[in-house]
């Protein structure tokens, strides 16, 4: 690792060059964060399940037509992406109402919502990635019209296929977020599915108890992150169901 070029450092990943042009390597850590940082611990084998799970669902997104920047996992804690250039934008759809929507909008935690609701945020840490409108992503120049149209476009295709995965296993997927890349093709551009989608980015709730199996349980101190994770990895096919806490993750290849 000390011999490849880092490209940027985040709160839970690592980007390197490449071995070709155009590559980049995701590199998933411990860290887990809440409160836009100001809660910070490492989980042991966090990195290793987002990696896992994130290549299942960006593989099941590619393979139904849903294009994301996913190539291939190299290893436990790294894959193979195409490099982009990401869109300032955190996307959220809401099934829902969970978190910030509730505070924000007093409605009460667990509602359903009558349909899914899209917000954006402008991917700023200094400013607590503001919830913007689509007013704001046109006047600054964040996004065109156009990129917004099929920025929602591919989130509610993610949302379906994501929905229907999870409900297959109990699970519930109150919201997530997903970013987006553009990719130029010539002379053409388009947006694809960028960073990660994993326990980290979706709310996840058990379907018949309501139990927690996202990383509300590290901002809400709900008990142990790994065994969440664990829990939807193994219902999700990727670590085998007799896997004994605090063992380690042993996945599925």
């Known amino acids: 690792m000390a011999r490849r070029r880092m490209v940027y450092e985040g709160k839970a ?3 390197y060059e490449g071995p070709e042009p155009g590559t980049l390597i995701q590199f998933f850590k411990d860290d887990t964060t809440a409160g836009n940082g100001e809660k910070h611990a490492q989980i042991e084998g966090k990195g290793v399940l987002n990696n896992r799970l994130s290549e299942l669902f960006m593989t099941g997104l590619n393979n139904i037509g849903v294009p994301t920047h996913f190539i291939r996992r ?4 790294e894959q193979l992406v195409r490099a982009v250039e990401i869109v300032p934008l955190e996307i959220v759809v809401r099934n829902v109402a969970a ?4 505070k924000r909008l007093g409605i009460e935690e667990g509602t359903a919502l009558p349909r899914p609701i899209i917000e954006f945020y402008y991917k700023n840490d200094d400013l607590n990635d503001p919830i913007v409108s689509e007013e704001h992503i046109i006047a600054f120049g964040w996004a065109t019209q156009q990129d917004i149209d099929d920025m929602i476009s591919l989130a509610l295709r993610v949302n379906d296929f994501m929905s229907g995965m999870m409900m297959a296993v109990g699970i519930k997927l109150v919201d997530f977020k ?12 388009r947006l694809i599915v960028a960073d990660e989608i994993s326990p980290d980015s979706c709310r996840l709730w058990d379907i018949e108890t309501g139990q927690k199996l996202d990383k509300d349980v590290f901002r809400r101190d709900l008990g142990s992150l790994t065994d969440a994770y664990t829990e939807v990895a193994r219902r999700l096919g990727v670590m085998p169901r007799n896997t004994s806490s605090g063992s380690g993750p042993k996945l599925v290849h």
């Open 74 to 77: 190299i290893n436990m804690r």
């Open 178 to 189: 997903i970013e987006t890349g553009r990719v130029y093709e010539g002379d053409f551009q």
């Open 99 to 102: 978190g910030s929507m509730s």
């Open 13 to 15: 990943k690592i980007l």
